[in-house]
């Protein structure tokens, strides 16, 4: 008899090729359980185990949001990288490879539509295209959806998912924040509602313009919503952040939002809030 054992090493499995047809099952990053895509197309991005809320996609918001056909506006705006700006690669390298992955010339769509009968403008952000970042044509696009509003007296909905303003378009970017917050001002001042609806993420500049001025600002379960990142808050004022902070609960909590709305449930409560607030012409 040996006088020692070999402890044999279990070899580890060669990866198993998936015979599953890639972009038919989901895993929710929540619950863990494997979802069926065309479930979870048919409950608006929500898991359905655990109410999870994937990223919804501009054209699906809107989508979800009006009664049927939506008339698109502004659709060819481009960005004309005023700063000729380069990071690790040319703006306009990224840029054009953004319009090929999405289909749009810009990290928004807006759109004039129905919703439950209440004509509306809704500007919808799309993080797909560079983080949902906010550059010249974003804000653009947002200010000339409010001016419509202005014009045929309608409700302005805006729908936020977004990194912040964009870095490669500098100072440009920034001025946005006034720019759309300034159009705001004069809807108010008309007397036409403007709802905001922050999803998850809604950070930086965006947080610090119109995802905060909505005559209510309604969140989705969970999302998270700030301006600078907890590491860079920690490191400033040298102290732990409370648990859950930058979520949409934490916000409610301290009444930085008014309502949290799950996703399933959003267009009714819209709907409800717009026929509160507004008397169309
Ligand atoms: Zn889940």
Redesign the pocket.
């Given at each position: 008899m040996a006088w020692f054992k070999r402890v044999p090493k279990p070899i580890a499995p060669a990866q198993k090729a998936s015979r599953i047809p890639e972009g038919v099952w989901v895993k929710?990053?929540?619950?863990?359980?494997a979802?069926y895509k065309k479930d979870l197309d048919e409950h608006l991005q929500v898991?359905?185990?655990?109410?999870?809320h994937f990223r919804l996609g501009a054209r699906e918001r809107l989508a979800m949001l009006f009664d049927g056909p939506w008339v698109e506006h502004d659709h060819d705006l481009a960005s004309t990288d005023p700063l000729s700006f380069i990071d690790t690669k040319p703006y306009s390298q990224r840029l054009r490879k953004a319009q090929e992955a999405t289909g749009l010339r810009d990290a928004i769509v807006c759109g004039t539509g129905v919703i439950e009968g209440i004509e509306t403008e809704v500007a919808a952000m799309e993080y797909a295209f560079i983080g949902g970042s906010m550059g010249v044509v974003v804000g653009e696009k947002i200010t000339r959806a409010i001016e419509r509003g202005l014009a045929h007296r309608r409700p302005v909905i805006i729908v936020s998912c977004s990194g912040g303003a964009r870095m490669m378009e500098g100072t440009f970017s920034l001025m946005q924040m006034a720019k759309v917050s300034a159009a705001l001002a004069r809807l108010d001042r008309a007397g036409l509602p403007y709802l905001s609806i922050l999803t998850d993420p809604t950070t930086g500049g965006v947080t610090a313009s119109f995802a905060m001025l909505g005559d209510l600002n309604i969140a989705e379960p969970k999302a998270l919503i700030g301006f600078a990142g907890p590491r860079v808050i920690e490191q400033t004022i040298r102290q732990k952040l409370p648990e859950g902070f930058q979520r949409a609960e934490f916000l409610l909590a301290h009444g930085m939002v008014d309502l949290i709305v799950d996703r399933r449930q959003l267009k009714a409560q819209v709907a409800d809030a717009l026929r509160f607030m507004h008397s169309p012409a």
């Open positions: 929710c990053p929540d619950c863990g359980q979802l898991c359905p185990k655990c109410a999870h």
